[in-house]
């Protein structure tokens, strides 16, 4: 099945810069790859996603990118500010019948003002 | 809030004794999920329901059961099988994919301790 697998575990930034987490998965039949933003306490969120017939998407500050070949697609943050902390999960969903989404095991993201 | 409600916010629970966690939807999705979140863990399935009166297990099923009688519910119950049920669990729905995919919508979480 599916494996997803998300780096860093923990990334911290000055407020002003960008950040990047990266998310790789094995099966080359996913085809749909949301971003989900937990902040302390709540539930997960969804803030941007991405399909494969895509390269990238942008959302305001928001952007994601991804290289099918390389099966791998990242999330950017640029302008960071202390409202972006949190944990954000990377997810991956194979077109192969109706299995659910395969969630990264998360970045504890830190803006530090 | 949300579309999606899940109750009680905390729970605790007793050696041997099960307890369900409650899961309700009112945005009219086909399918259910429920994960279990611990820290440094990510989302962990647990189970998951395509359609009413149907569901699979998820990567961690032992000790935990399900049922899905209407479709704008999806309880959980935490048997005395599962030996760590500590944790906090997230119920999640969506659209039931056919040609497209779509993105979950989840509940506020119900936070479970053993006592």
């Known amino acids: 099945g599916e494996n997803v697998e998300q780096h860093p575990s923990t990334l911290s930034v000055q407020e002003g810069d960008s950040a990047v987490i990266k998310c790789t998965y094995s099966?080359?039949?996913?085809?749909?790859f949301p971003w989900y933003k937990q902040e302390l306490g709540k539930r997960p969120q969804l803030i941007i996603d991405?399909?494969?017939?895509?390269g990238e998407k942008k959302d305001q500050r928001i952007a994601v990118t991804l290289n099918k070949t390389a099966k791998h697609f990242s999330l950017h943050i640029t302008e960071t500010q202390p409202e972006d902390s949190a944990v954000y999960f990377c997810?991956?969903?194979?077109?192969?019948?109706?299995?659910?989404?395969?969630f990264g095991k998360g970045t504890r993201l830190s803006v530090i003002a | 809030d949300g579309g999606i409600t899940q109750s009680p916010k905390y729970l605790f629970r007793k050696e041997g004794q099960n307890v369900t966690l409650s899961c309700e939807q009112n945005?009219?999705?086909?399918?259910m999920y429920w994960y279990r979140q611990d820290p440094g863990q990510g989302l962990r399935l647990i189970y998951y329901s395509q359609i009413v009166n149907d569901f699979q297990k998820g990567d961690i099923a032992e000790g935990y059961s399900v049922s899905r009688e209407k479709k704008e519910s999806f309880p959980l119950t935490v048997t005395s099988a599962q030996k760590n049920p500590t944790a906090f669990y997230l119920c999640?729905?969506?659209?039931?994919?056919?040609?497209?995919?779509?993105?979950?919508?989840f509940g506020s979480g119900t936070r479970l301790t053993v006592v």
């Open positions: 999640a729905s969506s659209m039931r994919r056919e040609t497209v995919n779509y993105g979950y919508t």
């Open positions: 997810a991956a969903i194979p077109w192969r019948g109706n299995t659910p989404l395969v």
């Open positions: 099966d080359s039949a996913s085809n749909y």
């Open positions: 945005l009219n999705h086909d399918a």
């Open positions: 991405i399909r494969s017939n895509v």
